[in-house]
């Protein structure tokens, strides 16, 4: 069984390794290798751009893929969305009560250690998380039924899910999330760099029957290809080779 890792980033977004450089490590590995740099923010903010991207794809024996911001509008034309082998969507941002967007940028850098990352210090009381959980259920529910959605990223990386573990909420949160991917067909990601999604919610994703996608999602040198979270799962719970998403 070869395993791909579905979610890198690279020079043209905001990555720090040229497609040759990663896909240098995945062969090492004996990895497969799919890019999805980041569509419609960092480098990658026209059509033109996106062309440009997946021109330089083509250069290369990888995957071509892209990673959406769910809340916004990604959809692209069909001539650019036909050469685009997989759309991973993730939550980024989400709008704060204020209807102003609440960037989830610097708790991202502060959980990966990126350096020179502040300490991510803003709390959410358990009601305002709830608040956030069940706006970004609203944007699974939107985004899958009216856009490309092939892979949900990284799906529990927010403070709203930190600040509800071990609670019934979020245990219902997980469920609806499961329930949204079954009933759309979106494979659940498990990330390398984030050690998510935790083993109760691949175990929940697995019994209903939702596929999964491996991913990195490298940024550095030192986090590319890094698997070991998602292949330590996968055997753990005995997935089987054909529970995994192809593009
Ligand atoms: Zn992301
Ligand atoms: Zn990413």
């Known amino acids: 069984m070869k395993y791909f890792d579905l979610h890198t980033h690279t020079v043209m977004s905001d990555g720090d390794c040229t497609p040759q450089q990663l896909l240098d490590t995945a062969n090492s590995k004996g990895y497969g290798l799919g890019i999805s740099d980041h569509l419609f923010c960092c480098k990658l903010l026209t059509l033109r751009d996106v062309e440009h991207y997946l021109n330089e794809l083509d250069r290369y ?14 959809t692209l034309p069909h001539k650019l969305d036909e050469r685009v082998d997989y759309v991973i969507a993730s939550v980024h941002s989400v709008q704060d009560l204020n209807g102003e967007s609440l960037q989830l940028g610097p708790y991202f850098c502060d959980r990966a250690g990126d350096e020179g990352a502040l300490p991510y210090t803003r709390t959410f009381t358990q009601d305002e998380a709830k608040y956030y959980l069940e706006q970004i259920l609203r944007i699974y529910e939107f985004d899958f039924k009216n856009q490309r959605v092939d892979i949900l990223g990284h799906c529990t990386v927010h403070p709203f899910y930190d600040a509800l573990l071990g609670q019934q909420h979020l245990s219902d949160w997980q469920d609806e999330t499961v329930a949204l991917c079954k009933k759309y067909d979106v494979a659940m990601e498990i990330s390398g760099l984030w050690h998510c999604p935790d083993e109760e919610l691949i175990r929940k994703a697995h019994l209903a029957g ?25 055997h753990k719970l005995g997935v089987a080779e054909d529970r995994l998403f192809t593009a």
Do not use: I, R, W
């Not at 939702?210 to 996968?234: E, I, R, W």
């Open 61 to 74: 024996d990888v995957l071509h893929g892209v990673e959406a911001n769910l809340g916004e509008n990604f």
């Open 210 to 234: 939702v596929k999964f996608s491996l991913g990195s999602d490298c940024h550095q040198p030192k986090h590319t290809c890094n698997l070991d979270y998602a292949l330590n799962m996968l």
